[in-house]
């Protein structure tokens, strides 16, 4: 059993700026590409940046030159630091992890429960 469980999430105005959190716990093995999603009212979920274990980062469009994902590999963490936020940014935030968990050797992913992140005008 994995669980992710992500933080930092709130309101804010535009051009503000959080930072989330997500740490995976369990009995883990190992971590491959650990990522974030949103999904905003009426749209279907996106990516918006995902991290290799070795540290190489993707961003979506919506997100690059604003957001900086990062990780910790020593305490299973991922963060995404956003930057000017805008009010298209409103979305529930996911966060995702690719792992290796006993009992099992196969990887898959997991899933964090979400955290709000909404940006007023």
């Known amino acids: 059993q994995v669980q992710l469980v992500e933080s930092g999430g709130g309101l804010v105005q535009a051009g503000g700026s959080l930072r989330l959190s997500c740490a995976a716990s369990?009995?883990?093995?190992?971590?491959?590409?650990m990522g974030w999603y949103r999904q905003a009212p009426g749209k279907q979920r996106e990516p918006v940046a995902t991290i290799t274990n070795g540290g190489s980062a993707n961003y979506a469009n919506s997100g690059e030159g604003r957001f900086t994902v990062s990780r910790d590999n020593a305490k299973n963490t991922v963060f995404l630091q956003m930057n000017s936020l805008k009010p298209e940014d409103t979305a529930v935030y996911y966060c995702k992890a690719a792992v290796v968990a006993a009992p099992v050797f196969l990887i898959r992913d997991y899933w964090g429960q979400g955290t709000q992140v909404t940006v007023s005008s």
């Open positions: 369990g009995r883990i093995r190992r971590i491959d590409t």
